[in-house]
């Protein structure tokens, strides 16, 4: 629409300025051959989703812009700096026609190249793109030139070469920042796509699906027959989605992360009955040691989830802590989480998880702790082992 | 209306359990813990309806649910998935019943008064959406009407005659054949990490293959594991055969 209505307005002025109908002619044909061009351009509009360096052009609300920006342009340029109010309508309609041949036909072949030029870097992309810009303004130059430079008009003061010397180095000036103002748009935008889709799956790992709906069932079927059972889950359950949502940022012990994994073991208890059983060998941890929240419960997660619920008959998680003291400087934790797996399946699946504690681990210690992976006969074994500390600083803060 | 019911989890059944008594008029015939049970259990109690949940050890649901569509009266099928989203998807594409856990008791009555039998387009989009990250663990057999599984690491050939494709299988420590409806085709893509093709009318499972020798008119013959067959190789397919055996025994 506001394309029509701009349209419109110079159709207006021009009849205003006077002109004369054979150039009233030429200048309408050069009105609809543009408005096919923008139509088949919007057509050839294609809908890829790729990360280019530009946005999509051919939007309304691009070429709005692109429309509106080159009219202020147009306006700046006939403004007779002495007598500001005086405008000089015939060479305003005038400047505007080229400047949005210009604008409007860089737009077009941008929008039609764009994912073509996406496939290089984003700094080769632009040059390219500028230089396809002042080619444009050459060559309609030149044609403006070869319509329009009949001396008896006056249009056109100046000798060729001036003209359109004249018209890309005005080009040149502009060009550079609107393209430059629409990469850094486009990144922006795309760097606000990708940190929601980044957040939606921290959220999405943090609740588990699987594991939340399961309890859910799970306490419902209590509610009917053991509702003592079913408030002591619900209290489990939400002290386990307490830890996961709030910020984990701040480390808490090994006493108070175990009391979260026997939390978590306990509502999955409930719901593998016998086949889970759980042999415990932390005692010999130093209590008060440091650990980021939520570093042994997803690995008791992923050894329920993928190695005891595939066996029919269960299976016995091991979790064993060892600590060890070569000298005052080098004390290290060791824990092992170690499950059955049914003889077919294939280790993997758990391994965004695994990376994922991996780097916590690696941040949080600052690269002091490592994680290993063994799959011997039909047991899985992760290994995890890091400095002993008692205090943290928050690396952020420091 | 008999009802069975399976599930890997006690409380899960039991919930199921008294929902469909609170529901009255429906009966449950049987609780089964996996898919190997449920169609142990079909045959014995004639059930109209099973409410089939989708992750179980031994055998999944989609597993189970593809072996009862091969009866010749299946019983309707409901899934129930606490959260599958691949399943799910399948689900929204085709209105086979499905329920999500904790399952509500009005869309229970729904779906229990609406189930109707899964046919075969049906389960097959559902085997296409969902990841098949594990290859069947049995092969199902008719005999006189009723399904027999075969365990697939029992199985040494599947060998095709004319029309049919009969397995080859220990059992007790004997060689056994029966007949079955698959194709050679489905059978060697569904079963490509551990079964090779051989011969354009035989698929051989690897572990079991010990060697292989040529006779004196220059064909090739594999002998395997146990049985006392030896099964032709075809030209085409020595070079992959020899690298097997090769990588075998390093």
């Known amino acids: 629409m506001e394309l029509l209505v701009n349209f419109a307005n110079y159709i207006m002025k021009f009849s205003y300025s006077g002109f004369e109908r054979k150039q009233n002619k030429t200048n309408t044909a050069l009105f609809s051959t543009l408005l096919v061009m923008i139509d088949l351009t919007k057509r050839l509009k294609r809908n890829t989703q790729q990360a280019v360096f530009l946005p999509d052009l051919c939007t309304i609300r691009i070429v709005f812009a692109v429309i509106v920006v080159a009219q202020l342009f147009a306006f700046i340029l006939v403004i007779n700096p002495n007598r500001v109010l005086a405008i000089n309508w015939l060479q305003l309609s005038l400047v505007s026609l080229f400047i949005q041949w210009c604008a409007l036909t860089s737009c077009a072949v941008l929008c039609v190249l764009r994912t073509n030029l996406g496939r290089f870097s984003d700094g080769f992309a632009g040059f390219l793109s500028y230089m396809l810009i002042l080619l444009i303004i050459y060559i309609i130059s030149e044609l403006t030139y070869l319509a329009l430079a009949i001396p008896a008009w006056e249009y056109i003061n100046q000798t060729r070469l001036s003209f359109i010397v004249h018209n890309l180095v005005i080009g040149a000036l502009i060009s550079g920042p609107v393209l430059r103002y629409f990469y850094i748009q486009h990144q922006w935008q795309l760097k606000i796509t990708a940190e929601s889709k980044a957040r939606f799956a921290a959220l999405q790992a943090r609740i588990h699906p699987h594991f939340l709906f399961n309890s859910l069932n799970t306490i419902a079927s209590l509610t009917r027959s053991n509702a003592q059972q079913a408030e002591k889950a619900v209290e489990n359950l939400s002290g386990l989605f307490r830890i996961s949502l709030q910020d984990n940022s701040k480390p808490h012990t090994i006493e108070e992360e175990s009391q979260l994994c026997r939390r978590y073991i306990e509502i999955e208890s409930l719901r593998l009955g016998d086949r889970l059983s759980i042999d415990w060998q932390i005692d010999s941890l130093p209590k008060d040691a440091l650990i980021p929240p939520l570093t042994l419960q997803p690995l008791l997660e992923n050894a329920i989830y993928h190695g005891i619920e595939p066996l029919p008959e269960g299976g016995c998680i091991r979790i064993k802590g060892r600590y060890q003291t070569k000298n005052i400087l080098h004390k290290k934790i060791l824990i092992t989480i170690s499950n059955p797996i049914a003889a077919q399946q294939h280790p993997h699946g758990n391994q965004m998880a695994l990376d994922n504690i991996q780097q916590r681990l690696e941040n949080f210690y600052s690269q002091s702790a490592t994680l290993k992976i063994e799959t011997q006969d039909s047991l899985f074994t992760v290994s995890i082992e890091f400095p002993y500390i008692t205090h943290y600083e928050n690396p952020d803060r420091r | ?250």
């Open chain 2, 1 to 250: 209306m008999k009802i069975l019911i399976a599930d890997d989890e006690p409380l899960a059944r039991e919930r199921l359990k008294s929902l469909c008594e609170e529901l009255g008029r429906y009966q449950i015939v049987a609780e089964a813990k996996n898919g190997r049970q449920v169609l142990e259990y079909i045959p014995q109690f004639q059930p109209d309806i099973i409410l089939l949940d989708i992750r179980m050890p031994t055998m999944d649901g989609l597993e189970a649910a593809q072996h009862i569509a091969k009866l010749d009266t299946p019983p309707a099928i409901i899934f129930t998935t606490a959260y599958d989203q691949y399943a799910l998807s399948a689900f929204d594409n085709h209105a086979v019943g499905y329920l999500l856990k904790p399952i509500n008791i009005d869309k229970l009555k729904n779906a229990l008064q609406s189930a109707s039998k899964l046919s075969q387009p049906q389960l097959q989009t559902l085997q296409q959406q969902t990841p098949q990250d594990k290859q069947p663990q049995y092969i199902s057999a008719r005999v006189k009407g009723n399904l027999q599984l075969i365990p697939v690491e029992s199985i040494r050939y599947f060998k095709a005659d004319q029309k049919y494709v009969s397995v080859g299988y220990i059992e007790e420590d004997t060689l056994q054949e029966v007949l079955i409806e698959e194709s050679l085709k489905s059978l060697e893509q569904s079963l490509q990490n551990c079964f090779s093709r051989i011969h354009r009318n035989a698929l051989i499972a690897t572990q079991f293959i010990t060697g292989m020798e040529k006779d004196p008119e220059g064909v090739q013959w594999l002998n395997l594991n146990q049985i006392d067959i030896k099964f032709e190789v075809s030209r085409r397919h020595i070079p992959e055969i020899r690298k097997l055996i090769k990588d075998k025994s390093l």
